[in-house]
């Protein structure tokens, strides 16, 4: 190491360290992929009544599932855009 170098930092692999943060890591996917899976049930019960026009949006290139439950949420409580026949 040569004049005005800063010492170089050594890294230590931690078995039981590492091993606790990745399976806190793991803890905090699988917490946040339940909440997800609930907010998706309470979306999927709200458009229900929606299901038909829904499915019809998601036959627009680009549009899919998520994409038409916002769309449907966005259009109001009536969705009256949706009832219209084309």
Known sequence: ??????????????????????????DNSDRISAQ??????????AISPFSAQATRLVDIPGVDVAAAA?????????????RRSP
């Open 36 to 45: 997800i899976a609930v907010l998706d049930a309470r979306i999927e019960k």
């Open 1 to 26: 190491m040569g004049p005005g170098r800063p010492p170089t930092l050594t890294w230590v692999f931690d078995p039981a360290h590492h091993a606790t943060i990745l399976q806190m890591m793991l």
């Open 70 to 82: 916002e769309l449907i949420a966005e259009s109001g409580r009536t969705a009256a855009l949706l």
